[in-house]
């Protein structure tokens, strides 16, 4: 069965390093997206891609970066990591061809800590 | 900036009752609304889907649009306790960017 995956499930590190969350998809879907998930912000949208070497950035977009190398996977980068970035990352995939229905699929997760 | 409103609860409901959650959005020209199920430490998962005017049903779930009002809303009959999560809102941004505009969700609690 197709499906999205993110790892590592968990991470816990420090101020200032770098930090790559992975996300891989197996439907052959073109657009993949980063969320973050805060309380009391629901799903903030990070970065995007429509395809291969395309990014785009998204509401909550400064000190994240992506790229895309392949149709399944999208890396998450966090250049310098601070605490203001401790929070739980989905990454989404969608078919563009769905027209208007464009459903979403999350991957399961990335609880990352900032300390 | 476009936005998406919900209440974000949380919404207490005794067992067997009906849940009536509410969202609003504020582009005018949204087409498409999506609602979306989040258990505690899990991914959000789609339940419902609508882009006419008027109601849509699956199951013990109706979805309600009213674009003229600009609202959209989810009821669950007979809620059941395995009910109990965080109900997102989210609004396929116009343009055709493929994105979707989530809400901050809204917590149901179902007590039995």
């Known amino acids: 069965d197709a499906e999205i995956t993110q790892s590592p499930r968990h991470k816990i590190t420090e101020t200032g390093r770098q930090v790559t969350l992975a996300c891989h998809q197996t439907?052959?879907?073109?657009?993949m997206f980063w969320y973050r998930q805060d309380l009391g912000h629901g799903l903030r949208l990070i970065h995007y891609?429509?395809?291969?070497?395309?990014?785009n950035k998204g509401e909550v977009s400064d000190g994240y970066s992506v790229s895309r190398s392949n149709t399944e996977d999208l890396p998450l980068t966090l250049e310098s990591a601070a605490s203001s970035q401790t929070s739980v990352y989905f990454c989404a995939s969608s078919d563009p061809s769905g027209g208007s229905y464009n459903e979403q699929f999350f991957g399961p997760g990335t609880r990352l800590t900032v300390l | 900036q476009k936005e998406v409103e919900q209440n974000s609860g949380p919404l207490s409901v005794p067992e067997g009752a009906i849940a009536s959650l509410n969202c609003t959005y504020s582009?005018?020209?949204?087409?498409?609304f999506f609602w979306y199920r989040q258990y505690s430490g899990k991914s959000p998962e789609l339940i419902m889907f609508?882009?006419?005017?008027g109601d849509k049903e699956d199951g013990r779930f109706t979805a309600q649009l009213n674009k003229a009002s600009q609202y959209v809303s989810l009821l669950i009959r007979d809620s059941q306790p395995s009910d109990s999560a965080t109900y997102l809102c989210a609004v396929k941004d116009t343009g055709n960017t493929g994105k979707l505009i989530f809400g901050q969700g809204t917590t149901l609690q179902v007590k039995p």
């Open positions: 439907w052959n879907h073109n657009n």
């Open positions: 891609s429509y395809g291969v070497q395309d990014t």
């Open positions: 582009d005018r020209g949204s087409q498409s």
């Open positions: 609508i882009y006419s005017n």
